[in-house]
Structures are given as structure tokens and as C-alpha cells.
């Protein structure tokens, strides 16, 4: 009985591509227990392998090749307090820098639509961007 629950142990699909990894000595020295506390650990990481964006490639420069992943999706991690302290911080300077973008491009619509309508806010002062965005 215990042989026969071995063998249907290791015809498992997650066990079975374990152990074609290992070299040959050591296949056969994991007992029943050890293979489904194996399989229990490294079955779990199939769900890391959906992501909505999973983008994986390589290139060569000179003599070197460099590889590069760039993986989004749904996080299913239970996240520590450091994570969710960090998560927040990156999303707050993330928002702080588009804000202060759109708040600078703002500025520079306004100010370009200022000068081609001919309104003057100091006589005789320009900051000279108008005349660089008629130039190009």
C-alpha cells in the first residue's frame, strides 16, 4: 500500500518536474512525507505565474546578453506594515510629481495662451517663451 501511494506521489505533475531537475543520485532520496511537503511549497507558486502584464525578453550589447521582466498584475500577497507603509509612500510621491507636472504644463498652456491673444501682465517684460514656441 505504501509503494503504490509512492508511486502515485511521484506521477504527480509538480513532483514529477521537481524531481526531473534533480540530478539522478538524489531523486530517490526524498521519502513520501518530504515529496508532499515539497509539492505543498512549490505547488503554491503557480499562482505567482498570472499576471495581467508579463513582459520578458533580452538583448545583446557587445559581449554581454542582459535580460529584462516586467511583470503588473493583482496583488495576492498579505502585505507586512513596512510594505504597506512603503506602497503608500511611493504612491503619494507618485501622485505629488503628477501633480506637480500637470500643474507646470497648466501654467505653460495658460501662459502660451496669454501671449498669443496679446495680453501683456507686466509692460514690457516677457519671459520669452512665446517668441521660442513661434520659432520652433
Same mark, same amino acid.
Given at each position: 500500500?505504501?509503494?503504490?501511494?509512492?508511486?502515485?506521489? /511521484?506521477?504527480?505533475?509538480?513532483? *514529477?518536474? &521537481?524531481?526531473? @531537475?534533480?540530478?539522478?543520485?538524489? #531523486?530517490?532520496? +526524498? =521519502?513520501?512525507?518530504?515529496?508532499?511537503?515539497? /509539492?505543498?511549497?512549490?505547488?503554491? *507558486?503557480? &499562482?505567482?505565474? @498570472?499576471?495581467?502584464?508579463?513582459? #520578458?525578453?533580452? +538583448? =545583446?550589447?557587445?559581449?554581454?546578453?542582459?535580460?529584462?521582466?516586467?511583470?503588473?498584475? *493583482?496583488?495576492?500577497?498579505?502585505?507586512?506594515?513596512?510594505?504597506?507603509?512603503?506602497?503608500? =509612500?511611493?504612491?503619494?510621491?507618485?501622485?505629488?510629481?503628477?501633480?506637480?507636472?500637470?500643474?507646470?504644463?497648466?501654467?505653460?498652456?495658460?501662459?502660451?495662451?496669454?501671449?498669443?491673444?496679446?495680453?501683456?501682465?507686466?509692460?514690457?517684460?516677457?519671459?520669452?517663451?512665446?517668441?521660442?514656441?513661434?520659432?520652433?
Amino acid at each position: 500500500m505504501n509503494e503504490i501511494n509512492e508511486n502515485r506521489i /511521484k506521477n504527480d505533475p509538480v513532483i *514529477r518536474d &521537481l524531481l526531473q @531537475r534533480l540530478p539522478e543520485s538524489e #531523486r530517490n532520496s +526524498f =521519502s513520501p512525507t518530504q515529496l508532499l511537503a515539497l /509539492k505543498g511549497a512549490l505547488g503554491s *507558486r503557480r &499562482l505567482w505565474n @498570472r499576471h495581467a502584464i508579463d513582459l #520578458r525578453g533580452g +538583448f =545583446s550589447v557587445w559581449r554581454w546578453r542582459y535580460y529584462f521582466v516586467i511583470l503588473a498584475g *493583482r496583488e495576492r500577497r498579505r502585505l507586512t506594515r513596512r510594505d504597506i507603509l512603503m506602497m503608500r =509612500s511611493v504612491t503619494a510621491f507618485l501622485f505629488s510629481v503628477f501633480f506637480v507636472f500637470s500643474l507646470l504644463f497648466g501654467l505653460l498652456v495658460l501662459y502660451l495662451i496669454k501671449s498669443a491673444l496679446g495680453i501683456n501682465l507686466i509692460e514690457g517684460y516677457s519671459f520669452g517663451i512665446w517668441q521660442w514656441f513661434n520659432e520652433n
